[in-house]
């Protein structure tokens, strides 16, 4: 009985600190980003934006407006419907982060590359690249 109380009390210590660190603002800048890739949702993905990004889809691309780059995303989306994205690394420090993901679209497998950088608490998309996985 002992040792249920002690491992209940450790359980609940334990859980606090996941609480505390969810309150204090350690935010996945990743995860919505990864809903929206997963879903095709260019206009949701624009919003992440930077005003200017670099943007590469099938080895195509370069500096675009926010427009050009939510046209270019469409477009892929339209010859490659999504099916699921999965994150598979992500890093970075304060202000510069970056993911790795999989998307599965069009019956192919696609590699993912996004960088984001921070001002504050709002979070922008720098680069995004998309090539098929060998």
């Known amino acids: ?14 859980l606090s600190c996941f609480s505390l660190k969810a309150q204090t603002g350690d935010y996945d800048v990743f995860v919505p980003i990864a809903k929206y890739l997963s879903q095709g949702n260019t206009e949701a993905i624009s919003a992440w934006y930077a005003d200017n990004l670099d943007i590469t889809v099938l080895s195509n691309g370069g500096n675009a407006s926010r427009n050009q780059a939510k046209q270019i995303l469409k477009t892929f989306f339209e010859s490659y419907t ?23 679209a069009g019956g192919e497998n696609f590699l993912v590359t996004i960088f ?12 995004i690249k998309i090539e098929r996985m060998q």
């Open 116 to 127: 984001v950088s921070s001002k504050g608490d709002t979070y922008t998309i720098q680069q």
């Open 1 to 14: 009985m002992r040792i249920l109380k002690f491992g209940l009390a450790a359980a609940v210590a334990f």
């Open 82 to 104: 999504p099916r699921s994205f999965e994150l598979r690394y992500t890093a970075g420090r304060a202000n510069m982060k970056y993911a790795l993901g999989t998307l599965n």
